[in-house]
């Protein structure tokens, strides 16, 4: 990574003025009441992306910014540091919309990307199952050919925002004729297809978006449902999977810098004993520490969005690995200790920190576990021997 790709272009810059401009018009008031009623934030969703800021990464020609995951990153980052974080960023534009705009036919591309840019159309992402949990080798769901058609059977688990979605990408895995392996491939699956049968589970976690069970029931769908060649297996899984670990690390590190700002402003302004509480160390070097490990954890994220933009797939998935658990450990400390900054205060609703309690420890869950990741980091890139 070179020094100039450090510092952000002047551009880059300004997108994150201006999308923090936006998200501070809604602010953590109108989101959090959202997902207090568990209702999605259609407002902000709709004039992010009629602004252009939904689909920044997405190819020009199909109505998104040309730019890349890096840009998609400083969105998400700077919605959830003004308390506005959209889980479903991740998903749609950065999963769907990458995998299709990478691998799709042009029929899909046009069918899809310009929706995905605007935020007219959303799609969700379905790869987790009940027994498989992190491995994605494990997937049960299989895709059989009958005649022209796919017919898809199986179980997901913990997709989000499919009842907001106009379709899920959805990943099975069909049988190699010649070794009679299973491999993984993508399908397009529109909500309404019959067989395809969602309902939701109960989550102790205040967000805006619903976590769903999946069944699908022998559905049947066209050729064309198909992304990708059904040959390329892990290759096109991971393109999507690297930019969903890139913008894990920017959801738990925009809600970090949300808790952290929080904390410093109540440490400025709350006054015990005729001084400030930050004016002691005892509240103030924790939160500097906190602001330290959550510069590092972005350094790193934005390492893993140079080289995933740059093209380098293999770089990207040791860097994105390694971001996504910095920024899921640097979340959870920062926010731990900004509740722990207001005392009483920082369980009120009126501050809204306590709910970050929860969703920032999704960042060290998902999209894989903090211990898949230190396994990949002891095989892959210290060369230890695999211990699974």
């Known amino acids: 990574m070179s020094a100039n790709h450090l510092l952000e272009s002047t551009e880059q810059k300004s997108l994150r003025r201006a999308v923090g401009d936006l998200a501070r018009r809604y602010g953590p008031a109108y989101f959090q009441a959202k997902a207090r009623a568990g209702q999605p934030v259609e407002e902000?969703?709709?004039?992010?992306?009629?602004?252009?800021?939904?689909?920044?990464?997405?190819?020009?020609?199909?109505?998104?910014?040309?730019?890349?995951?890096?840009?998609?990153?400083?969105v998400l980052e700077e919605l959830g540091a003004a308390g506005c974080p959209l889980l479903m960023m991740i998903v749609s534009p950065a999963i769907c919309g990458t995998v299709i705009a990478r691998f799709g036919t042009e029929e899909q591309k046009r069918q899809w990307l310009p929706g995905l840019a605007d935020g007219s159309r959303r799609m969700a992402f379905g790869i987790t199952e009940p027994d498989a949990g992190s491995n994605s080798h494990r997937i049960s769901t299989v895709a059989r050919r009958d005649g022209e058609d796919w017919v898809l059977s199986g179980r997901k688990v913990f997709i989000s925002g499919i009842d907001h979605a106009d379709a899920v990408l959805f990943v099975g895995r069909t049988?190699?004729?010649?070794?009679?392996?299973?491999?993984?491939?993508?399908?397009?699956?529109?909500?309404?297809?019959p067989g395809f049968e969602y309902t939701a589970i109960p989550m102790e976690l205040t967000a805006p978006e619903k976590q769903f069970q999946v069944f699908l029931d022998d559905v049947r769908l066209p050729p064309e449902a198909l992304v990708g060649d059904e040959d390329a297996g892990l290759l096109q899984l991971f393109a999507g999977l690297?930019?969903?670990r890139i913008m894990t690390a920017a959801f738990t590190l925009g809600m970090a810098r949300y808790a952290l700002s929080t904390a410093v402003e109540y440490a400025k302004t709350r006054t015990v004993w005729d001084a400030p509480i930050g004016a002691h160390q005892g509240i103030a070097h924790p939160l500097a520490q906190c602001s330290i490990e959550v510069e590092l954890a972005r350094l790193m994220m934005q390492k893993a969005a140079h080289l995933y933009d740059a093209g380098d797939d293999l770089g990207a998935g040791e860097a994105a690995n390694m971001a996504k658990y910095a920024a899921g450990e640097a979340s959870c400390r920062a926010v731990d200790q900004a509740v722990h900054t207001l005392g009483g205060n920082g369980l009120t609703q009126e501050y809204g920190l306590a709910a970050l309690i929860t969703a920032t420890r999704v960042g060290r869950i998902a999209p894989v576990s903090r211990e898949m990741i230190l396994n990949y980091v002891a095989q892959h890139t210290l060369g230890l021997p695999r211990s699974y």
């Open 242 to 244: 690297n930019p969903e």
């Open 175 to 193: 049988e190699d004729a010649r070794t009679g392996r299973l491999k993984p491939a993508l399908f397009v699956v529109p909500r309404d297809t």
């Open 44 to 74: 902000l969703w709709a004039e992010a992306g009629k602004l252009g800021y939904l689909g920044v990464n997405l190819p020009a020609e199909y109505g998104g910014g040309g730019a890349g995951i890096t840009e998609l990153s400083i």
